[in-house]
T-cell receptor, first 115, second 117 residues
Framework: AQSVAQPEDQVNVAEGNPLTVKCTYS??????LFWYVQYPNRGLQFLLK??????LVKGSYGFEAEFNKSQTSFHLKKPSALVSDSALYFC?????????????FGSGTRLSIRP | NAGVTQTPKFQVLKTGQSMTLQCAQD?????MYWYRQDPGMGLRLIYY???????DKGEVPNGYNVSRLNKREFSLRLESAAPSQTSVYFC????????????????FGPGTRLTVL
């Protein structure tokens, strides 16, 4: 079955330290991968996506993600965490083809940055 | 430019009541989506509309109907609400960005928090 998994419900990091939020996927064909962030009582906001090309993708707010085909992973990273990065993060993957394709979201990882 | 708007923001229903959640986007996007968000389960797709005049079922369509009223508006109807439909509902839209289907960035509304008693 095609799926996306976020193995950690919560990640805790001290401000200024690097952070990683993990995502693994299982899809047939070329994976199209996304990261979205949700702040309290808000809708999701797009951070970045991998479609093709360079395995390291840079996105909003200093975040980046590395596509690793052999490990079927797309981990979100940031070199130096800010308290304002505290939010719920979702990995997503496209499944299907052409106009019937749709996006499947992971269960989310809550990122908590302590001062 | 408001992006994606949803009404209402909050709603409480009794079991068996019906209601329609409204969604509108002003970005001239072709595709629109309805998701529900439940704790520990991420977002699950209820229905989507790839373009005006078409709608398709997502992962969890049972108990819901949709209408793509025009290019801007996509409504979600609960005909007979059940407690299992207590959730936060998000509408989203996307434009075809030219890199292939399913590569498009989705833009989300602020959500509707629905409680069914």
């Amino acid at each position: 079955a095609q799926s996306v998994a976020q193995p950690e419900d919560q990640v805790n990091v001290a401000e200024g330290n690097p952070l990683t939020v993990k995502c693994t996927y299982s899809v047939s064909g070329n994976p199209y991968l996304f990261w979205y962030v949700q702040y309290p009582n808000r809708g999701l906001q797009f951070l970045l996506k991998y479609i093709t090309g360079d395995n390291l993708v840079k996105g909003s707010y200093g975040f980046e993600a590395e596509f690793n085909k052999s490990q079927t992973s797309f981990h979100l990273k940031k070199p130096s965490a800010l308290v304002s990065d505290s939010a719920l993060y979702f990995c997503a993957v496209r499944v299907g083809y052409s106009s019937a394709s749709k996006i499947i979201f992971g269960s989310g990882t809550r990122l908590s940055i302590r001062p | 430019n408001a992006g994606v708007t949803q009404t209402p923001k909050f709603q409480v229903l009794k079991t068996g009541q019906s209601m329609t959640l409204q969604c509108a986007q002003d970005m001239n996007h072709n595709s629109m989506y309805w998701y529900r968000q439940d704790p520990g389960m991420g977002l699950r797709l209820i229905y989507y509309s790839a373009s005006e005049g078409t709608t398709d079922k997502g992962e969890v369509p049972n108990g819901y109907n949709v209408s793509r009223l025009n290019k801007r508006e996509f409504s979600l109807r609960l005909e007979s609400a059940a407690p299992s439909q207590t959730s936060v509902y998000f509408c989203a839209s996307s434009a075809y960005e030219g890199q292939g289907w399913g590569t498009d960035t989705q833009y989300f509304g602020p959500g509707t928090r629905l409680t069914v008693l």
